[in-house]
C-alpha cells in the first residue's frame, strides 16, 4: 500500500480525468439513451435538449470511479471494467442532477445554462418545471424496475436533502442573514450532499464494505464542499470562464463565504452597511462594484481559498488506505481539477 499520493504537476483537466474510464462513459451514454425516450414530439425533443447538455459529467464520473478504485474481483487494476449495476447508480444520480438543474433555472428565473438558453427560456417555465418533473419521474420508474433498492434509498434521501438546501439557501437570501454556520449547511445540502452519494453509490454498486462506502461518501461530501466554495470564488473573479454573469451571487442577495469572513470581522455598523449595499446589488451598479471591492480588499477571497484547500486535503487523505490505481489517481486529480478550475 502506497504512503504517498501521487499527483501529476500538470494543470488537470476533465478529460484527462474521463480518460481511465472513457469507454465505461461512452457505454453510460449509450445506457442513458437507452432508458430515456419520452411520448410526444415537443418532450422528446426538451428530453433530448436537456440530456445534449448535461456538462462535465462529475456525478457519474465519481460513481464509476469509486466503483473501479473499489472493485473487489479484477485481477487487473489497470483494465477494469463497469458493472451495469454501476451504470443504474450514475444514472440514477445524474438525472436527479440534471432534474435539479432545470428546476433551479426555473426558480432563479435564468436565462442561460452552460452558454446555452435555459430549458425555461426556450420552452417557458411551465414546460420546464413539467420536464424536470418527468425527468426524477422517470428516473425513479428505472430504479424501482431495476429492484436495485439499496441504490434507490440512497436516492431518495438525495432528492429530499437538495429540497431542504434550496429551501434553506432561499429563506436565507430573502432575510439577508446568512451566517457561517447557515452558509456550510446549505453548500452541504445543495452540492456536497449529491457528490457524497455519487461516490457512495459507486462503492455500493460493487458490493464493497460498509466502512469504504462510508469513506467513498466522506470523500465526495469533502470534494463537493471544495467544489461549491471554489463556484463562489469564481464568481468574484471577472475573469472567469464560467458563463456566468460576475458577481451573480451577490446580484441575487447570497451572502457567501467570501462576504461572511470580511463582515465577520466588522463591527455592527459595518455590517449593516455592507446589508444595504448588497441589498440595492440587483439594481445599482455602483453598489455591486463597492461590496465587491470590499470582500477583495479584505481578504475574503484567500480565507475562502484556504478553506476549500482543506476540504481537499481531507478528500485526499480519506483515499490514501486504497490500492494505487489509474482509478484512484483520477479521484486524486479531480480534487487538484476542483482547485484549479476557473469555469
Not at 2 to 20: C, V, Y
Not at 167 to 185: K, P, S
Request: with cysteine.
Amino acid at each position: 500500500m502506497p504512503n504517498t499520493l501521487t499527483i501529476s504537476i500538470n494543470m488537470i483537466t476533465i478529460e484527462a480525468i474521463r480518460q481511465p474510464i472513457s469507454a465505461d462513459l461512452k457505454a453510460f451514454d449509450e445506457f442513458v439513451n437507452e432508458n430515456f425516450s419520452a411520448e410526444g414530439e415537443l418532450l422528446q425533443e426538451m428530453l433530448t435538449y436537456a440530456l445534449s447538455s448535461r456538462g462535465k459529467g462529475v456525478r457519474p464520473i465519481l460513481t464509476m470511479l469509486s466503483a473501479l478504485t473499489l472493485k473487489p474481483d479484477s485481477p487487473n487494476p489497470d483494465e477494469r471494467h463497469c458493472s451495469k449495476r454501476t451504470y443504474l447508480a450514475a444514472l440514477l444520480i445524474e438525472m436527479i442532477h440534471t432534474a435539479s438543474l432545470i428546476h433551479d433555472d426555473v426558480l432563479d428565473s435564468a436565462d442561460e445554462r452552460r452558454g446555452r438558453p435555459s430549458i425555461n427560456a426556450k420552452w417557458q417555465s411551465d414546460m420546464a418545471v413539467i420536464l424536470g418533473d418527468y425527468i426524477l419521474a422517470r428516473t425513479m420508474a428505472i430504479g424501482m424496475t431495476s429492484a436495485q433498492y439499496d441504490l434507490m434509498s440512497y436516492i431518495g434521501s438525495a432528492m429530499a436533502t437538495l429540497c431542504e438546501g434550496e429551501v434553506l439557501q432561499t429563506q436565507h437570501a430573502n432575510l439577508f442573514d446568512t451566517t457561517r454556520e447557515d452558509y456550510f449547511e446549505i453548500i452541504y445540502r445543495k452540492t456536497a450532499s449529491l457528490l457524497g452519494v455519487s461516490s457512495a453509490l459507486g462503492a455500493l454498486s460493487v458490493g464493497a464494505s460498509r466502512e469504504d462506502i462510508d469513506r467513498m461518501r466522506k470523500f465526495g461530501e469533502a470534494l463537493g464542499m471544495a467544489f461549491q466554495i471554489q463556484d463562489d470564488i469564481l464568481d468574484y473573479n471577472r475573469q472567469n470562464n464560467t458563463g456566468k454573469p460576475t458577481n451573480n451571487d451577490l446580484r441575487e442577495h447570497k451572502i457567501t463565504l467570501p462576504m461572511i469572513e470580511v463582515m465577520e470581522r466588522k463591527n455592527e455598523a459595518e455590517r449593516g452597511a455592507m446589508i444595504e449595499l448588497l441589498k440595492r446589488c440587483h439594481i445599482d451598479e455602483n453598489a455591486l462594484d463597492e461590496l465587491h471591492a470590499m470582500v477583495v480588499e479584505g481578504g475574503g477571497l484567500e480565507y475562502a481559498t484556504e478553506t476549500m484547500q482543506a476540504y481537499l486535503a481531507r478528500a485526499m487523505h480519506l483515499l490514501a488506505k486504497y490500492e494505487e490505481t489509474p482509478y484512484r489517481q483520477a479521484l486524486l486529480d479531480m480534487c487538484r481539477f476542483v482547485a484549479e478550475r476557473d469555469k
